[in-house]
């Protein structure tokens, strides 16, 4: 769990730039951050090369860290943290509500963050997957993931253990069934159904409610 | 935690031992890196113009307007960008490579003119965001001569049917004759001629999706005449060589960059054509593009399982002995042939006389393309319907006819081994067969049903080609490269699993370097359920020959290194090598509302020795479910009167979800059969391979009716019952 802000080693005059932008426009430094593999900018590109179209300034609180960032009207919650945040860890596999890879969690409930307006999230607290794990400790249902095979190819996972994590933190303790209920919004075409209720469900008989 | 059943093999060190992902951490934490996760400086997006029409000249187009568009860097249109996807079309549906690029006949360009199928590809647009480059493409004006089209194969070929190429519908093979595709044994005539009885029927599959999570992207940089290319491919050497040869390049000059692919299901073990409009538009805009489909755009150009019709005519004596079976089938590959368009299954027989003639059709559909064991599924369900229907009207046990009837070895043909009547009476015996299928079919009183139905097979599993580096410091940490990808099966963990137990090391003291072609040797990809086989075989002969270097001269010292790398091409000295597996299945037919409820699934497989029994349990029941959604649900439906695709994205096209798993029991029978890595065989492809023909002989079973067409939707089974 690489440190998010420690990104601005790059000589990449355009980062240097946005970045001062960015501090000037008094926003967090969480902003400006690196790809790990590639180490190589992420920021996005100067003002020059940026759509024209209207913004609006929302604030809200991503993983514990606050933010504000200046959003296009037609952008989605999904895009602000993909594009604007780097958290990556969210995916789109449909962006129309059909299968849930971008659910993340919004004032407690689990939403498709392809269907949220990033206007509607003013002011919202949101956890995404890269928020689960705290002090480089997997969460429950993280480990199960991990011990059972949660992930095939892994691109429903961070959407599957949205959910879970808050069904778990209602239901401390759920039986597959309930499981079932919980994550029928949460498509995977690897078809590792199984394995994910079962980890699930063991996650809730480990912790008894410390998910 | 349900876990499967080994019988047969005690576990090595590594090998054999239920083992987490060597990435798991990275997958539950979000630092996987799919290909839409990576930015690079200046980055602009692309999206794609698709064709509104099944089939429709392009008279003129004008992107003045979106050229115009503030923030537009590139546009690209069949006027501008001429360049031929190699691997989109090829005369006989084989593998791509030089000698099939040159002699194919009908060639696929990235933008086409006629457009061939709603979802072709008209125009592509780079620009700074992709706001801002889908405005632009509702800002390309096209003129459009719609021509008449055609979506079914057996209209397709009828005389007068719209015209998809000018040489007519039927696929050319790889020689561009126009002829189907004929496999004849022996006498089927004589066999006919011999047999008691003679049973026919038609049976009808229908076209569906791979469906993958990951929607379709290409991220395309170049560095003078280098292309860097992050494309979520099942094949990262295969997608290299197909696009430097398609752009005109040395394989040196393309970097093909795949570590996590969110699900294959085949077909992608290749370049795709959003490599292409990716590499083509960067280079004219001078700046990386990131190409993005949308989930419709991936619906519609990135193809699915061929829809078949298959006519089958099967010839038996009174005592349950097969002498004869025929098919005659048609697959709509769409208007370009990608694949084969293969309906395999009838090989598992015996019987000595044995015709099929296969018609690979165009029509104006989305192509079809390889979807996990492309020619199986479908063919399976219609030859062993048949074989189920002929067993139960002579009035035998379909799993005594089929112990009577299936192929075996010979002295002309003999296997590196054979497990068929273990795994059938072993599925048999657990499931409890004899007392769950119902010897009159449809005898369960009052409207809910029961019945059961059970399907067998065997499947490739032979011996390949591919390499691997292995490389071990000072310090005694081992890195081993290979050209794997991880689209899901877990080839990464596979491979460390195959390379620790070779160098007697755990598991923790080998990194694995994969997904990168520039980091990594050749590897076959991800596709045929080779990668263990293959790849893997290559690691256990690079690690031999690291053992024999370090037995030798020591340890390297300092900062010196060893490194052993093999490119092993192993045989089966002239036998078959196969996996087998059985499926049973209960299910619970509720005829009133048409409902299908899985009550019981019991799985047998051998594969050879298995790696890892934790991603090989989820190997089995995945590929079971996919099965069973081809069985019970899926269909990708086309409007007949406007050719337009009614089901193109997840919430039409009734995939499985959570609340419609029921358990799957998984047993291996282990063997090592002294070929493969440690015996390793094919498992990836056998689960998909028999469900729907279970399902199928279950429902049958459960109501009295054959359903001859897949899926066995609610509006079917409601049809058969009125
Ligand atoms: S991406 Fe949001 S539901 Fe599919
Ligand atoms: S793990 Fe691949 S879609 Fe769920």
New interface residues.
């Given amino acids: 769990m690489g440190d998010k802000n420690k990104a601005d080693t790059s000589l990449n005059p355009k980062q240097r730039s946005r970045r001062e932008f960015l501090e000037n426009a008094g926003t967090t430094a969480a902003l400006a951050s690196a790809v790990p593999v590639l180490g190589i900018s992420t920021a996005q590109a100067q003002s020059d090369t940026e759509s024209t179209a209207a913004k609006t300034r929302i604030q809200l609180t991503v993983n514990g860290s606050r933010h504000s960032v200046d959003v296009e009207d037609r952008w989605t919650l999904v895009e602000v943290l993909r594009d604007q945040l780097d958290l990556t860890g969210t995916k789109i596999g449909c962006d129309r509500s059909e299968c849930g890879a971008c659910t993340v969690i919004m004032n407690g409930k689990p939403v498709y963050s392809c269907s949220q307006l990033a206007v509607w999230a003013d002011g919202a607290q949101v956890t995404t997957v890269e928020g689960l794990a705290s002090g480089g400790q997997l969460s429950a249902v993280q480990q199960a993931f991990v011990e059972n095979n949660g992930p095939q190819c892994g691109f429903c996972t961070p959407g599957q253990l949205m959910t879970a994590t808050a069904l778990l933190s209602n239901n401390a303790t759920p039986n597959a069934d309930e499981v079932k209920q919980a994550l029928v919004g949460n498509l995977c075409r690897c078809s590792n159904y199984n394995a994910i209720v079962e980890a699930v469900v063991m996650a809730g008989e480990r912790s008894g409610g410390a998910a | 935690?349900?876990e499967a059943i080994h019988i047969g093999l005690d576990p090595l060190n590594t090998i054999g031992n239920a083992t987490?992902?060597v990435d798991?951490?990275e997958?539950?934490?979000?630092?996987?890196?799919?290909s839409?996760?990576?930015?690079?400086?200046?980055m602009l997006y692309a999206q794609i113009l698709r064709s509104p029409h099944p089939h429709a000249r392009i008279r003129a187009i004008d992107t003045s307007a979106a050229e115009a568009l503030?923030?537009v860097r590139a546009v690209i249109t069949g006027d501008n960008a001429s360049v031929v996807w190699g691997a989109g079309s090829v005369s006989g549906g084989r593998q791509y490579n030089d000698p099939t690029k040159d002699a194919t006949l009908h060639r696929r360009y990235i933008f086409n003119n006629p457009l061939r199928f709603v979802g072709d590809s008209v125009a592509a647009v780079a620009a700074?965001?992709r706001?801002?480059a889908e405005q632009a493409l509702a800002l390309i004006k096209v003129d459009y001569e719609e021509l008449p089209f055609v979506l079914e194969p057996e209209a397709a070929l009828e005389p007068g049917a719209p015209q998809v190429w000018p040489d007519g519908n039927l696929c050319p093979d790889f020689r561009n004759n126009f002829e189907p595709m004929v496999s004849n044994l022996g006498d089927v005539e004589a066999g006919f001629a011999e047999a008691d009885q003679i049973f026919e029927e038609r049976y009808e599959t229908s076209f569906i999706h791979?469906?993958?999570?990951?929607?379709r992207a290409a991220l395309a940089h170049w560095e003078a005449d280098k292309l860097t290319l992050y494309s979520p491919t099942q094949g990262i050497s295969n997608c290299r060589h197909d696009t430097a040869r398609d752009l005109g390049l040395q394989d040196h000059q393309v970097r093909i960059i795949c570590?996590?692919?969110?699900?294959?299901?085949g077909n992608k073990n290749q370049n795709q054509d959003a490599d292409l409009v990716a590499a083509t538009l960067s280079k004219q805009a001078g700046a990386p593009v990131m190409l993005e489909f949308?989930?419709r755009d991936d619906w519609l150009g990135v193809h699915g399982r061929w829809p078949t019709v298959q006519y089958y005519k099967i010839g038996a004596k009174n005592d349950g002995t097969v002498t004869a079976i025929q098919m005659r089938g048609y697959s709509g590959m769409g208007p370009y042939r990608k694949n084969s368009g293969g309906i395999s299954g009838m090989d598992v027989y015996a019987c000595p006389n044995r015709l099929r003639s296969i018609s690979p059709v165009y029509t104006n559909r989305t192509t079809s393309g390889n979807f996990r064991a492309p020619s199986e599924p479908h063919g399976f369900y219609g030859v062993e319907s048949m074989m189920d229907e002929v067993a139960y009207k002579l009035g035998v046990d379909p799993v005594e006819f089929t112990l009577k009837n299936m192929r075996r070895p010979t002295d002309d043909q003999p296997f590196t081994n054979y497990s068929l009547d273990e795994v059938i009476t072993r599925g048999a015996e657990q499931f409890d067969w004899a007392s769950r299928r119902k010897t009159t079919p449809g005898s369960d009183e009052g409207p809910i049903k029961r019945g059961s139905g059970f399907s067998f097979m065997m499947f490739r599993a032979g011996v390949g080609t591919s390499s691997a580096i292995v490389r071990v410091d000072a310090q005694r940490q081992y890195t081993l490269f290979v050209g794997v990808t991880?689209?899901?099966?877990?080839a990464k963990t596979t491979m460390g699993m195959i390379a620790a137990e070779e160098l007697g090391v755990p598991l923790d003291q080998v990194e694995v370097v994969a997904g990168d072609t520039d980091r990594c040797p050749y590897s076959v990809g991800e596709s045929g359920s080779r990668t263990t086989i293959q790849t893997g075989y290559a690691v256990m002969q690079a690690a031999k020959d690291l053992n024999q270097q370090i037995a030798d001269s020591g340890m390297p010292t300092g900062s010196d290194v060893l490194i052993a790398s093999a490119t092993p091409n192993p045989s089966t000295d002239g036998k078959t090598r196969q996996c087998f597996g059985a499926h049973f299945v209960e299910v619970e037919v509720d005829t009133r509302i048409g409902t299908t409820r899985i009550v019981k699934y019991t799985t047998v497989h051998e594969s050879g020795r298995i790696i890892n029994p934790?991603?090989a349990?989820?190997q089995i029941?995945?590929?079971t479910?996919?099965g069973i959604?081809q069985a019970l649900h899926e269909d990708l439906l086309y409007d007949p009167a406007s050719g337009q695709p009614l089901t193109t994205?997840?919430?039409r096209a009734r995939?499985?979800?959570?609340?419609d798993?029921p358990?799957?029991d998984v047993t291996f029978i282990e063997v090592d059969d002294g070929y493969g890595p440690f015996g390793a065989k094919t498992a990836g492809e056998a689960g998909i391979i028999l469900a729907p023909a279970a399902l199928a002989n279950a429902i049958s079973n459960a109501i009295g009716v054959r359903m001859t067409s897949l899926p066995i939707s609610r509006d079917k089974i409601l049809e058969a019952m009125a």
């Fill in positions: 935690m349900s987490a992902r798991a951490v997958r539950v934490t979000g630092e996987a890196k799919y839409r996760d990576f930015k690079l400086p200046g503030p923030g700074i965001d706001h801002t791979n469906a993958q999570m990951e929607p570590n996590y692919m969110g699900g294959g299901f949308s989930r991880d689209i899901g099966p877990g934790t991603t349990r989820d029941r995945g590929a479910l996919q959604g994205g997840y919430y995939h499985l979800t959570h609340l798993i358990e799957i």
